[in-house]
């Protein structure tokens, strides 16, 4: 093959990469769409960052910001389900 055609096949190739990149980001997003989420009275920080698929500092900063007021029971660090659900019910 000439570098010519390889060229020419560049652009091409580029497609079918755009190409299976959206389709596997819609089938990504398909399966984020369809998992289940646990319904529970409170959630850990931890399962709030998953379920949102935010970080731990957004998280933090969300808490700091009254977004998310915490409970600590039992020593740990709980944050109820409505307070998530308020502010975040599109995402979960």
Known sequence: MSSIQKTANLPDVQVQIDRL???VESLASKIKSNKEVPKKDYYRPTEVCQLL???????????????????????????ASADVLKHFSGDI
Do not use: A, C, Q
């Not at 910001?65 to 020593?75: A, E, L, T």
């Open 53 to 79: 698929g935010i970080s731990r500092s957004k998280f933090e900063s969300y808490k700091r910001s009254g977004i998310f007021p915490v409970k600590r029971m039992g020593g740990s660090v709980y944050v």
């Open 21 to 23: 990149t959206r389709r």
